[in-house]
């Protein structure tokens, strides 16, 4: 993958990433703050609790850090998957927010927001 392809790929994650916690403001009482500076969001949550996505453009990664650990995410095959369990990373944020979070959080790959 080129750096540009990377770039257009990681860009889109985080932009899926900063419309679900748009929608889930609007649709439940999450009360989930997202911030975001130039490659990286921070999410932080009512209980103060935070993950934060960053990109690592060298490596062509995603990285997430959460109260579940640290995690790193690679492209393959048409999707964002943890470099040590091809775990997928909306599937893991949604399940490591709602952790966080303390009630059901979805998070969506791009192009699958309604």
Known sequence: ???????????????????????????????????????????????????????????????????AGGFHYKFNSGQWTDTKDASEFFANLSRYASEQAGQALLFRPPGSEP
Do not use: H
């Open 1 to 67: 993958m080129t750096d540009l392809q990377y770039q257009d790929l990681a860009e889109s994650a985080l932009k899926a990433v900063e419309v679900a916690c748009d929608r889930i403001n609007d649709e439940t009482d999450a009360d989930l703050d997202n911030q975001r500076t130039g490659g990286m969001i921070t999410l932080t949550f009512s209980n103060r609790s935070q993950i934060i996505i960053n990109l690592q453009k060298p490596l062509q990664e995603i990285w997430m850090a959460a109260r």
